[in-house]
């Protein structure tokens, strides 16, 4: 099974960006689904934002048009662009297989949002 590492979090204040990567261990081609999710402090993870092994995305209704979701398939990486950042998106984010489903979620990178 392949495994899929998170980076890119940070400290940055509202209406910034940050833009979050995702490497995988081994290729990505055969996944058709990929997504991001995030775990707010106190909260159940929920997810942010899918991506199709052809390109398709769907996005969490209070990410859409701020985040934008994407991926490398000949790199074996996955991103999350993140604009307009705000507060309420302060959390823990995860990258994960959801076509064919992931194995145990990873460390996540954490992203927090000051105000």
């Known amino acids: 099974q392949v495994r899929l590492v998170e980076s890119g979090g940070g400290l940055v204040q509202a209406g910034g960006s940050l833009r979050l990567s995702c490497a995988a261990s081994?290729?990505?081609?055969?996944?058709?689904?990929l997504g991001w999710f995030r775990q707010a402090p106190g909260e159940q993870r929920q997810m942010v934002a899918l991506?199709?092994?052809?390109?398709?995305?769907n996005y969490a209704h209070f990410v859409k048009g701020r985040f934008t979701i994407s991926r490398d398939d000949a790199k074996n990486m996955l991103y999350l662009q993140m604009n307009s950042l705000k507060p309420e998106d302060t959390g823990v984010y995860y990258c994960?297989?959801?076509?064919?489903?992931?194995?145990?979620w990873g460390q996540g990178t954490q992203v927090t949002v000051s105000s």
């Open positions: 994960r297989s959801v076509i064919p489903p992931g194995g145990p």
């Open positions: 081994g290729s990505i081609i055969s996944i058709n689904a």
């Open positions: 991506i199709s092994n052809i390109g398709s995305t």
